[in-house]
């Protein structure tokens, strides 16, 4: 895992139940220009579950991707569980804003209750 996918890790790990960020949010507080870096990290997330990358959409508020799908039953399948937490799509686009987090989570690299990695 590089550097930079630890640092995606640790905040996506971050985002609670019921809550979204966006792929820019995520390369902001990181300090990289690219929500694209972000989601070919998140791509390749090896610990999903507990680094919820479905919690990750689009800055204009649409689903986005998952698993690095951008139809299909990836996507239905992350709606899916957005939904079970409470997080709504209406017309593709998250129904309530107020559900987006946005730089409001800490960087720690140690975001696995203290490991490296999920166990």
């Given at each position: 895992?590089?550097?930079?996918?630890?640092?995606?890790?640790?905040?996506?790990?971050?985002?609670?139940?019921?809550?979204?960020?966006?792929?820019?949010?995520?390369?902001?507080?990181?300090?990289?220009?690219?929500?694209?870096?972000?989601?070919?990290?998140?791509?390749?997330?090896?610990?999903?579950?507990?680094?919820p990358c479905h919690r990750v959409i689009k800055s204009?508020?649409?689903?986005?991707?998952?698993?690095?799908?951008?139809?299909?039953?990836?996507?239905?399948?992350?709606?899916?569980?957005?939904?079970?937490?409470?997080?709504?799509?209406?017309?593709?686009?998250?129904?309530?804003?107020?559900?987006?987090?946005?730089?409001?989570?800490?960087?720690?690299?140690?975001?696995?209750?203290?490991?490296?990695?999920?166990?």
């Open positions: 895992m590089t550097p930079f996918q630890q640092k995606v890790y640790a905040i996506v790990s971050r985002i609670p139940r019921g809550r979204v960020m966006t792929y820019q949010g995520i390369a902001k507080i990181i300090g990289c220009n690219s929500a694209q870096a972000v989601g070919q990290a998140l791509k390749k997330n090896p610990f999903a579950p507990k680094v204009n508020l649409s689903v986005g991707g998952f698993f690095g799908k951008q139809s299909g039953k990836y996507v239905e399948k992350k709606i899916a569980l957005l939904k079970k937490e409470g997080v709504l799509f209406l017309d593709g686009h998250l129904k309530d804003v107020c559900r987006v987090l946005s730089g409001k989570i800490s960087q720690k690299t140690n975001y696995f209750g203290g490991k490296k990695s999920p166990k």
